[in-house]
């Protein structure tokens, strides 16, 4: 699968400028997250275990 021909959504906390994070779904039900900067390296992931990160991560303890 090209990644590259998939429809990215760019966060709505990105500015106009580059250094963007960017979202994709799959046809399989797979999220997918770029660095608009690096737009060839994809992270993918469930999007339940994306959820699970970000829980722990927003109640982690600085």
């Not at 990644?3 to 797979?30: D, H, I, N, R």
């Not at 999220?31 to 390296?41: F, G």
């Not at 999007?47 to 970000?54: G, V």
Request: aromatic residues 6%.
């Amino acid at each position: 699968m090209n990644f590259l021909l998939l429809p990215w959504q760019k966060s709505s906390y990105s500015s106009e400028g580059s250094a963007c994070l960017e979202v994709a779904w799959t046809a399989g039900g797979l999220l997918l997250v770029r660095e608009s900067d690096e737009p060839k390296t994809v992270l993918s992931t469930a999007p339940e275990r994306l959820r699970a990160l970000l829980t722990l991560a927003s109640n982690a303890r600085v």
